[in-house]
């Protein structure tokens, strides 16, 4: 890990101290958020779910945490290359003494207009799983879009990826990628990954997008009860403007297993947001239903989301946001009823650059 931060003090010092132009050839910039959380309700103990508050220990308790510390590195080595390096750090990322790390998000090269208006990059790169729903949300800071949350994809792969806009002013968009399909981790078997995202942009602040990935022979096939393909299916729309934002999401998961039955997860997702204050004071509110799995009724929970808070901007890159964060549990069949993990919350943010 040391080497890794190392790595990448040299190439800021390279960045700052070969480059004699008016502008720097680097920049740096990154941000974090993190929250003052006190859970004031959930299960005592017993099953505990994929959430960041569903471990029974935290019931009636409060800490500070760290989500996402992020450090970023860009450097443009002519204008058609552009060279990216990403840190990442939060509670979920520590050393083997627990102590707070940092593991590489990204390390790519774009080629910029290899074809008019289409960029080419390779290496560490972002997916395009929900760069356009995350963007209207607006709110990664308070939570991750459905599709994130409840683990149906990844931000970032190992792989090739053209991505470009068509049509008249760039209404349309599109982003093709090749992957591993391991995320930040090396490939560890003979599958790949197949990403496809299409976007339009038919009126003035309208957007709809229709996304899809694909990966097959996952494990082994001769390995019991593992996963053998995966295919996710999303579609989302969202419309902003000055007085309101506004955004719908649909995702479902196929999950084919060797010698059981196959796993279909199903997700919605509404949200908004508005301006009480101009550039000063946001409100903002979101509601998901999730079924882990939609083929089997008999065993599980079904589990909807609730958030909502307001955004003080005490400077445009300063937040502080106090929120409610809750998921409930609805039971399919004859199992146990579980109580909803609530959350009340304190988040701040910052930008820096």
Known sequence: MKSTILSFLLLIAVSLNSSAQDQPAGKIHGYLFGDYFYKLGGEKSGAVSGTQYSDSALTKSGAFQL?????FYEHSISETFQAQFL???SDGV???KGRYSVFIKLANLEWKNILPDQNLAVGLIGTPTWVIS???WGYRSVEKTITDIRGLGGS???GVSMKGSLGNDGMFGYTVMLGNGSGQKPENNKSKKYYGSFSAKPIKGLIAEVYSDFESDITRPAKAYAVSQ???????AGYQEDRFSIGFEAVKQIQKYTDTTNVTPLGISIFASAPLMKDKLNAFARFDTYDPNTKNSNAGYKENFITAGLDFAVHKNVHIMPNIWMNTFSKKGSISSRKADTVARVTFFYVYK
């Open 230 to 236: 995966k295919t996710t299916m999303k579609g989302f």
């Open 87 to 89: 840190l990442e750090g």
């Open 67 to 71: 989500r996402r510390i992020y450090l």
């Open 134 to 136: 995350e963007k209207v």
């Open 156 to 158: 970032t792969d190992v």
């Open 94 to 96: 520590t050393d083997g």
